[in-house]
């Protein structure tokens, strides 16, 4: 068994990390004051080829596994940024990439690859629906050789900033399936393509993420962007869902490990009393278990991911993963906090910032409610509770 990062590994570590530096805290700062898209980082971020890391190299890409990927998102939020900008692009592919079509993928892959386009949009949630997804109403008919899609979106992330869309509708209504699940079918959407088919409304909210409520009116869109058999959209959007829990966990290992270098420095250097409060139990203490929640759950990461890449089954570790990693960077970030005191609320210091990205991952992409639901019913055979 192996615990260490192979050298392959920490190089890509390290180069993100060097990218990641040219955009301190500052830049993350100024976009999260202006509400803007960081499109320098993004770009830079791209050319350099890391968004593409799970682009098979046929394709134009680096050919890397999870494991690598989420290092890499790791990296942009241990370095005080904010991966989310630019994460979905990872995980929409897994679908893509597990279920697509060879012409799918020559279409798009070779343009992701280059950076000619951006995937950066996931439409699963609905209005109604919330939490239970097979209750999203968005109905897509199939009319000859397309299909004819009606319906709402809501939290519909970066669309602004993106070319293409995964979207998951259903195709038969939900009272006419035998298991719930079945009867919803995986669409990839040019967005250049549809006219003013769908109307985006932007939703305001307490961090810096351009997220969005989607009307869908008589979107029309041919055969060939239905993903695999129609009514199996479910099955192929959990390869995304994965990867999704495994990234995002991963950001929030990033997080979790900025707050708990942040912490231990001015937590060494502020001095009250005649001495470092740092040197403080009360102090210390918070520090110390936070570092050790994030540290397990980097494991649980790094095992999720391997199994990801081994193609074996890692829906309950990827759960964990995304469950352990946010609620470790939540316990780093309250650390964090009550290491600075009042500086803690003072936006020059940071902190604040990345306490409030911190938490969203508590509630998204999944709420780690459900994520308790699923382990207590999944893995450890529970009663069914909804
Ligand atoms: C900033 C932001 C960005 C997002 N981006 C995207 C995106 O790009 N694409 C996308 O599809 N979605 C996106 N989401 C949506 C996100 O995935 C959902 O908000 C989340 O899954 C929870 O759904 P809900 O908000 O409808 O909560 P609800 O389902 O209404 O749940 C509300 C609360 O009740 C709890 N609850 C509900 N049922 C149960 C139960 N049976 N047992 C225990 N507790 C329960 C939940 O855990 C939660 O705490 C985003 C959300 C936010 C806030």
Not at 55 to 84: C, T
Not at 125 to 147: L, M, N, Q, V, W
């Amino acid at each position: 068994m192996e615990f260490e990062l192979m050298d392959s590994q920490r190089e890509i570590r390290d180069a993100v990390a060097a990218l990641c530096a040219r955009f301190g805290n500052e830049y993350w700062h100024r976009c999260d004051e202006e509400h803007a898209y960081p499109e320098e980082f993004v770009k830079t971020l791209n050319e350099a080829g890391w968004l593409s890391a799970l682009i098979p190299q046929e394709y134009g890409g680096a050919g890397l596994g999870m494991v690598e990927a989420s290092l890499i998102l790791e990296e942009i939020n241990r370095s005080g940024g904010n991966a989310v900008a630019c994460h979905a692009q990872m995980y929409t592919m897994a679908s893509i990439l597990k279920h697509g079509s060879a012409e799918q993928k020559q279409r798009y892959l070779p343009r992701i690859a280059a950076g000619e386009l951006r995937l950066q949009s996931f439409g699963i949630t609905e209005p109604d629906a919330g939490s239970e997804t097979p209750r999203i109403k968005t109905f897509a008919r199939r009319e000859g050789d397309h299909y004819v899609i009606n319906g709402q979106k809501i939290f519909t992330s970066r669309y602004q900033h993106s070319d293409m869309l995964l979207l998951l509708t259903r195709s038969t209504p939900f009272e006419e399936v035998k298991k719930k699940t079945d009867g919803m079918s995986l669409f990839l959407v040019n967005l250049k393509e549809i006219g003013d088919a769908i109307k985006a409304v932007p939703i305001a909210t307490m961090v810096n993420h351009g997220t969005n409520q989607l009307f869908i009116d008589n979107l029309i869109l041919p055969r060939e962007s239905l993903i695999g058999e129609e009514g199996k959209g479910f099955s192929y959007v959990l390869s995304s869902m994965n990867a999704e829990r495994i990234l995002v966990g991963s950001e929030s290992i990033g997080d979790g490990r900025w707050f708990g270098e942040y912490a231990v420095k001015y937590a060494s250097e502020r001095r009250v009393f005649a001495r470092p409060i740092g040197a403080n139990q009360g102090v210390q203490f918070p520090i110390a278990k936070a570092h050790m929640a994030v540290e397990a759950a980097n494991l649980i990461r790094l095992k999720a991911a391997t199994l990801f890449d081994r193609g074996l089954p890692c829906g309950a570790e990827a759960n964990m993963t995304k469950y352990l990693a946010s609620e470790a960077a939540w316990e780093a970030g309250e650390a964090a906090m009550t290491t600075l005191g009042g500086y803690g609320f003072a936006k020059e210091y940071h902190v604040e910032r990345k306490w409030r990205e911190a938490r969203l991952y508590r509630t998204a992409p999944i709420s780690n409610n459900l994520v308790l639901s699923f382990v207590g019913e999944h893995v450890l055979g529970l009663p069914r509770s909804y």
